[in-house]
């Protein structure tokens, strides 16, 4: 089960409100590579696998995706707090404006709402974890991206904070990977699904 | 039902409490009564989650026991495994 704490994993406090940047950071919240999907795949995949070490990896890795969802909300909220007509009107955002006002929803850059068809559950250990490494760069590659749209100092730190989790995550599933692979037959780890032709 | 999980019913229970009165009180802030019964639920809820940890390992990072040799943090059963 999970329990709140009133804090940020990383501090967020921006200065000066800028919806425009607002418009393409919101695809890091309920994008198909954002920390919504994340936080979902990870901890959705972890009820099919079957090694102690795994389930550990997802269980924390899919927790800290969810430290990572409030981050980059935090972000969407102070970079469109306190917006006037005009403003919004002038950084494009009228069509965000009209459904949602100043709220956070979930939704990619390009304006589609979150879909957990942007995330897999194969329940075989070795797809699963392909998966989260690829999943891992993707962020990766989409934080990267951010960095060349935006100056703002007060932004660029909490998202190369996140940039740099994706790095850290992405080696922390390769090692799981290695590590269930140890477990398995190594002349062909394909012969079996141990999360399904295992039987305890 | 075996001491551990007779124990870990106990921590569900006080902990469950503490979400009913935190929940009244997010609305009715200044009600004494619930306050009250927020602190002895909390002090309980915390006693019993230390005997837990100290006898059948860590329920969060912070129960973890360092000293250690083994991070027992992965050691299941998991929760969702139906055995805990």
Known sequence: MWTYEKRLQFPVNIKNPDPAIAKFIISQVGGPDGELAASQRYLHQRYSMPYDEAKAALTDIGSEELNHLEMVSAIIHQLTRGMTEEEIKRAGMEAYFVDHTAGVYPQAAAGFPFDALSFAVKGDPLTDLHEDMAAEQKARTTYDNIIRMVDDPDVLEPIRFLREREIVHFQRFGETLENIKDKMNSKNFYAINPAFDMKK | ?84
């Open chain 2, 1 to 84: 039902m075996n001491e551990k999980i007779m124990l870990l019913r106990k921590i569900q229970q006080l902990h469950f409490m503490m979400i009913e009165a935190g929940l009244f009180l997010d609305n009715q802030n200044r009600c004494c009564e619930a306050l009250a019964d927020f602190e002895k639920y909390k002090k309980l809820y915390l006693e019993a989650k230390a005997e837990y940890e100290k006898c059948y390992g860590p329920l969060s990072y912070e129960g973890v026991n360092g000293k250690c040799e083994d991070w027992s943090w992965v050691q299941g059963p998991w929760p969702w495994e139906g055995e805990c």
